[in-house]
Structures are given as C-alpha cells and as structure tokens.
C-alpha cells in the first residue's frame, strides 16, 4: 500500500465526495473484472485513509481515545492542533479597534413574496 495520508480537511471532503461516485462504478455490471478488482482496491484505501483522518482529528477532539483506539487496534492518523495550522492571528498590539466588536451588517430588506389566499388557490373547486 502506499504512504499517502490525507493531507487537510480540503482533502478529506473531496475523499468524501468520491467515495459514491466510486461506489456507483464498482456496481456497474459491465466493468470488466480486472478493472473492478482495482477500483474495489483504490475505494477500499479512500475509506480506510478516511477513517484514519477523522480518528485522528476525534483524538485530537478527545485525548482519552488514544488509549482506547491502541487497546481496539484502531489505526489513526496523527494530526496537528487546527490552532497550529491557521496563521491568520494578528499580533497583539496592532489592534485599531479598541476592543470593541464589530457591528454586524444591516440585513437587507427581502421583497415579499406574492401571497395568494388560499380561498382564490382553491376556487376551482367550487365550480
């Protein structure tokens, strides 16, 4: 098998999105044997790198399933806090705002839909 692991949660949701577009291929029942055997193999390591990726971050989430995952024989992929990843943190000190949160945007206002009575939607039936 190969070394590859889902890299971030950009990949983890396009693995999620192929998983049944795969699926539908596998059932089609003019794929040739040969070609079947290996899409049933590519699926199988999506699912299984899948799996891996979410234990990982459930670990990350919950520090007491390391334990239980080693005791079940769970594997999981180790990750990095999300904290770690993101690195758009201004430095303290530039901060123009005076602490102050920002005010939300106005919601713009909807035009209303046509509302038709229910006696006029129904009229026809009296006729």
Do not use: C, F, H
């Not at 003019?30 to 590519?42: A, F, N």
């Amino acid at each position: 098998m190969s070394g590859k692991v889902i890299q971030n949660d950009e990949q983890y949701e396009k693995a999620l999105q192929a998983l049944p577009e795969m699926a539908r291929e596998l059932l089609d029942p003019l794929l040739l044997p040969e070609v079947r055997e290996k899409k049933q193999r590519i699926y199988d390591r999506t699912s299984e790198l899948i799996m891996q990726y979410r234990r990982g971050g459930l670990v990350l989430e919950y520090p007491y399933l390391k334990k239980a995952y080693e005791e079940i024989g769970y594997q999981w992929q180790e990750r990095e806090p999300e904290a770690a990843q993101s690195v758009d943190t201004e430095p303290p000190g530039n901060n123009d705002t005076n602490d102050t949160p920002e005010k939300p945007e106005p919601l713009k206002e909807q035009p209303e839909a046509d509302t038709t009575p229910a006696s006029k939607i129904m009229a026809w039936l009296d006729e």
